[in-house]
Each structure stands twice: as structure tokens, then as C-alpha cells.
């Protein structure tokens, strides 16, 4: 799906993959936060000069209670920038991700604003009132961070969309040493079925990804030692069996290429190398014409 911005008088097009809802929430989004920190940048700047705020003529007793209550307030403004700082890590990072251009959307400036000046007689909230109203506000930037991360999950989803597919060996230095099919078992001596292919290599050698995806596994299994699965949708899953450290949890997205362990001789196993398995539809097939397979553009 497309969208088009009307900036500063230009017609600003970019293309994403991503329903209408998806679309709201992310413009939903970027609006809110703009305006929260438009407002936390205004209300820090400025001094309320009313006689709420003076201190001058208070008593012995009701001046600890204010110290207490500026300190809340400091507090919950340190908090709070914080959060805006994620914020805008978050917002820079769809920005990039979309391909919008830099100067459309800078999470590092103020926006444009602007509008007649309109006086202002509404009676000056006092501390406990600006505390009450920061904590709501806190809440509002808390909900609208995870939504952002929910954008940025699913914008990353689309990209793992164009980058699963298969191919190439997982590691970035070694040899193949041993082939898919009936084989002679190294430790009894006897054939049998291997259901993948094995690459030797030094120990401590990067293991990595053949594929985007979902790590579904990441931990000890019986006969793989340290096992890492990962899911790369379509019914298609690969496994990294006999791995020295992982490097990577359930859960986490992994690119193609990426390092996600380190190469080992943990379970059943001889010597350092990765067993490399390949499934389709939760059944091991034969890894090697992926092994040779070219990666796609």
C-alpha cells in the first residue's frame, strides 16, 4: 500500500507493505509523540510566574512537603525523557525502514508549529495537579511506544518476507564433511540414517543463519547438544545441532547471515562441526541443493 504527504507544499510518496490499520496506527503514532514532546519541551522551558509557584512565603512545615513534591517532579521529567529518547530511536528506525526521507520526519527537531497568539487565563495548576498530569501522560507515551514496537514487528515481519529464502551453507569457513542419507554411524559402527549434513570447522567458528526467520529453539536437545531452530515460514524450518555458545534466544528475528552461534562439539558428536538439517513440513529433507542454491537479489 502507498501513501502520499502533502510537506511543506510537495507531494511525499513512499510504499510499504502494510494494511490500512497499520497504516493508521503508525500515523496515529507519529502525531502523538510529535505532540508529546512538543509539550514536555514547552513545559520544561517555561517559569510559570504565578503566585502558585511561590515559595518565598512558605512556612516551616509546608516547605519539605514542597522540596518532596519538586523532587517527584524532576524525577518524573528525567523519566519521562527517557522515554522520549526511546521514542525517537524507534521512530528514526521505521522512518529507515520505510525509506522516508530524512528531512520528512526528524526525531531529533522540534516540528513545525505555529498559529495565532491566543491569551491564557486558566487558573495555574499546582504541584500535586502537574504530578497527576504527568503520570497520565507518562502512561500515554507508554502506550504509544508499544505500538511503535508493534509497528516495528510488523515492518520487520516484511522484511523477513523477502529475505527467507533458503540457501547457502552455514558457515563462513570450513567443509563439508559428511552427506545427507544412510551413512555409518561414528559411534557404534553401524549404518545409519543421517538427516542432515554435517560442515567441520575450527572451534569457536561463526555459525550463521541461511535464512530470515524466528528462532523456535535456542537450548540443549537430546543427541544435537546445543540446538538452535529456526522458523522461516512457508512450513520451512532449519536446524544448527552441536553448537560450542548460542548466540541467540527464542523469539528473536534473525536476519540472513547473521551469526547466531558458535561452532562446537557439544551432544553426540566426534569433533567441532555444525549438523545442518533442513525441514519441510516438520520432515528432514536433504539440504544440499539449497547448500549450492544462489541467493536471491
Known amino acids: 500500500m502507498s501513501l502520499t504527504l502533502l510537506y511543506r507544499g510537495k507531494n511525499v510518496r513512499f510504499t510499504m507493505k502494510l494494511n490500512k490499520l497499520h497504516w493508521l496506527s ?43 513534591q519538586v523532587t517527584a517532579v524532576t524525577m518524573k521529567l528525567a523519566e519521562l525523557q527517557s522515554q522520549v529518547l526511546r521514542l525517537n530511536a524507534l521512530g528514526d528506525r521505521l522512518a529507515e ?43 500515554s507515551l507508554q502506550h ?3 505500538q511503535l514496537q508493534l509497528l516495528e514487528s510488523v515492518t520487520l515481519g516484511h522484511h523477513i518476507e523477502n529475505s527467507r529464502y533458503l540457501s547457502g551453507r552455514p558457515i563462513t569457513k570450513g567443509w563439508l564433511s559428511s552427506y545427507f542419507g544412510v551413512r555409518k554411524d561414528p559411534f557404534s559402527g553401524k549404518p545409519a540414517l543421517h538427516k542432515g549434513v554435517d560442515f567441520a570447522g575450527s572451534e569457536n567458528a561463526d555459525i550463521i543463519a541461511t535464512a530470515s ?18 522458523n ?10 552441536h553448537n560450542k555458545t548460542i ?3 527464542v523469539g528473536d528475528v534473525v536476519n540472513k547471515g547473521q551469526v547466531i552461534a558458535k561452532m562446537g562439539s557439544t551432544g553426540r558428536s566426534t569433533g567441532p562441526h555444525v549438523h545442518y538439517e533442513i525441514l519441510r513440513n516438520n520432515v528432514q529433507i536433504d539440504p544440499k541443493k539449497y547448500v549450492y542454491r544462489k541467493a536471491k537479489n
Open 232 to 241: 522461516h515460514g512457508g512450513g520451512y524450518k532449519t536446524r544448527y545441532g
Open 26 to 68: 503508525a500515523l496515529t503514532a507519529f502525531a502523538l509523540i510529535s505532540g508529546f514532546i512538543v509539550h514536555l519541551l514547552v513545559s520544561a522551558d517555561e517559569v510559570p510566574a504565578s503566585p502558585a509557584y511561590q515559595v518565598s512565603h512558605l512556612n516551616e512545615f509546608e516547605q519539605p512537603k514542597l522540596n518532596s
Open 213 to 230: 526467520g524466528v528462532v523456535s529453539w535456542a537450548g540443549e536437545r537430546y543427541g544435537y547438544g546445543q540446538l538452535i531452530e529456526i
Open 247 to 249: 548466540k541467540v534466544a
Open 97 to 139: 525502514e520505510a525509506s522516508i526521507p530524512e528531512q520528512e520526519f526528524n526525531f531529533q527537531q522540534m516540528p513545525p508549529s505555529g498559529g495565532p497568539m491566543q491569551s491564557y487565563n486558566e487558573k495555574p495548576k499546582s504541584l500535586t495537579e502537574l504530578l497527576t498530569a504527568i503520570d497520565a501522560l507518562e502512561t
Open 144 to 146: 504509544e511506544e508499544k
